[in-house]
């Protein structure tokens, strides 16, 4: 689940910066799209305020993200958490929204529904070893963490952190810290690129004080059950270690790096002078999915390279998901593997094609667009828990597959897509119709009055989205219900796998044999909880019950009194 490196915004010769998306950021279940001329949009799950839109409504359809105030603010950087999300602003501000429990929006109180300004980072900057005033240059994201560079190159990190504790054993815990705080092991390098998954981090780093190009070291550090730091085995490390497959004498040099919840990728070419631009992917850490591509699901300790992915390939951005990940190249070709034929998906989704299963090595994701199965002008691939976006045609063309449960997918439907399909893009609402209206010449602006704006389809598709988005909001309701239900009951939140199969295949539900198919099945922990649970519920009746009818015999004898006298 990756987000925006550094972004450099250049216009396509004649192209609208307002429908360019130059970046995008996938989390648990919702994406962010960061377009050229500096807004950002979001879509997917709202619970939590994810989406900054100050409901906790899903979004089937990107939506822009309004910021208070709004005035001068312009967007260079975006980043998805699993619950969270951030925007760096091109004066360094940087604003978050979302989930909050472990402090990952970098302020201390509840969760946010719409973006709050992290207030105190500048004041934290204002005492660096350096005079040069400090200025964030890239931010990103992940699990419940947020991580920030600055143009000093030192690494700050805020959130459900992997940081030093003298009271854990090993010396390593996750510390819930709502202050950014710098990560000083790199002291006269640059920080580069960094990404992180659920308990782990990895950065790319200067081997001295200036990046010069094919000089990055790849250090990791935090938690290591699955040998997702690579450093062959799989002892947690409570400050960053050098991966020795990457380190200043290695003949690859490594640019690229993404980590999923319990693995991690990296891509690779070979130093200069080389005969060919051809570039590796290698993965370590969890495997049990196929998630590495190795060709098995055994997990590895250390790095390994994709070996079925073809040569003479240059890959041009990687991601990781919860158990999937996916590469694509700069000639517009995409691989991915993984749970469920590298969707990502959970097993008991609802592809059941004669190739169902999880995909131990590569397999080519096939455009279905007019021009074959390669995807033009591919900028960018990034992949959330089970769903993964591509941002194509130079940014002018999203493409989406995976879970499509909550409008993850962008294209105004919520059912799975197991190929790609089209995100709705440019969104069709009336905010981005006036952006597009202040940014065409005068002449431009009297043709598209005469037009009336838009099409009479455009304006059925505007009204088929608004009445989706009150649908949305009503099932957004009823989920929040059955979470509380099903949390009261089972002690956790209603997740997908949850849903009786039954009431999955059909419209017809059979409470009274689900009931029995799940005393059936569960273990005796649930078991002792149900029968608690029930009868504190059944106790609560009767008082209830009791305490009516008290009230009513009152009230008769109130009633009988007043009645003889």
């Known amino acids: 689940m990756e987000e925006s490196d550094d972004v450099s915004v250049s216009p396509s010769s004649g192209g609208n910066l307002a429908r360019k998306v130059v970046t995008v950021a996938a989390g648990e279940a919702h994406t962010l799209a960061l377009t050229g001329d500096g807004y950002v949009y979001s879509w997917g799950r709202g619970m939590f305020g994810r989406l900054g839109t100050g409901s906790e409504s899903d979004e089937l359809c990107p939506v822009r993200v309004k910021f208070k105030p709004e005035k001068g603010l312009k967007f260079v950087g975006v980043a998805a958490g699993a619950y969270h999300s951030l925007a760096l602003a091109d004066d360094g501000s940087i604003w978050c929204w979302g989930y909050n429990i472990y402090g990952q929006l ?3 109180g509840e969760n946010s529904l719409v973006p709050c300004l992290l207030e105190r980072f500048l004041e934290l900057g204002s005492g660096t070893r350096s005079e040069v005033p400090l200025q964030v240059c890239s931010v990103k994201a992940g699990g419940m963490m947020s991580l920030a560079i600055d143009n000093l190159g030192t690494l700050w990190m805020w959130g459900n952190c992997p940081l030093e504790s003298s009271s854990s054993e090993g010396g390593f815990s996750l510390v819930s810290s709502f202050t950014p705080t710098p990560v000083w092991d790199f002291h006269g390098h ?85 005969e060919t631009l051809e570039s590796m992917c290698w993965t370590f850490g969890l495997g049990e999915n196929g998630q590495l591509g190795h060709g098995t699901t055994q997990s590895a300790s250390s ?59 590569p397999l080519q994701i096939l455009c279905n667009g007019s021009n074959g199965s390669k995807f033009q002008e591919p900028v960018q691939v990034v992949c959330g828990a089970a769903h993964t976006v591509l941002v194509a045609n130079d940014g002018y063309k999203l493409w989406s597959w995976g879970r499509g449960r909550s409008g993850v997918l962008g294209n105004g439907k919520t059912i799975d897509c197991f190929s790609p399909t089209v ?24 043709a598209e009055e005469n037009s009336k704006g838009v099409t009479k389809t455009e304006k059925a598709l505007c009204s088929a989205i608004e009445e989706t988005k009150l649908l949305q909001s009503k099932l957004a309701v009823m989920e929040r219900y059955a979470d509380i239900l099903h949390g009261s009951i089972f002690g956790k939140p209603l997740e997908e796998q949850d849903i009786p199969i039954s009431l999955q295949n059909s419209g017809i539900h059979d409470i009274g044999k689900e009931w029995d198919r799940m005393l059936e099945s569960a273990d005796p922990a649930k078991l002792v909880r149900l029968e608690k649970f029930y009868q504190k519920m059944l106790e609560g009746v009767k008082e209830k019950l009791l305490k009516k009818r008290i009230q009513e015999i009152v009230k008769e004898c109130l009633s009988s009194t007043i009645n003889k006298v």
């Open 106 to 108: 970098g302020v201390n």
């Open 303 to 361: 790095p390994e390279t994709v070996k079925e992915l073809p040569q003479y390939v240059y890959l041009i951005s990687v991601d990781c998901g919860l158990f999937h990940t996916s590469v694509v190249s700069s000639a517009g070709d995409v691989w991915s593997w993984g749970m469920e034929k590298g969707l990502g998906l959970c097993p008991d989704a609802s592809f059941t094609g004669t190739d169902a299963g999880d995909a131990i090595s």
């Open 423 to 446: 995100v709705l893009w440019p969104p069709l609402t009336e905010d981005f119709k006036q952006e597009e209206l202040n940014t065409v010449g005068e002449g431009d602006r009297i």
């Open 190 to 274: 640059m920080v580069v690129k960094v990404a992180c998954g659920n308990e782990h981090v990895v950065a790319l780093v200067t081997a001295g004080e200036t990046y010069k190009g094919e000089d990055l070291i790849c250090f990791s550090w935090g938690s290591n059950n699955h040998g997702q730091l690579g450093l062959g085995d799989k002892e947690n490390r409570s400050r960053p270690e050098i991966v020795e497959d990457f380190n200043k004498d290695s003949i690859f040099a490594v640019y690229e790096v993404a980590c999923g919840a319990f693995h991690t990728a990296v891509l690779t070419h070979k130093k200069r002078p080389s």
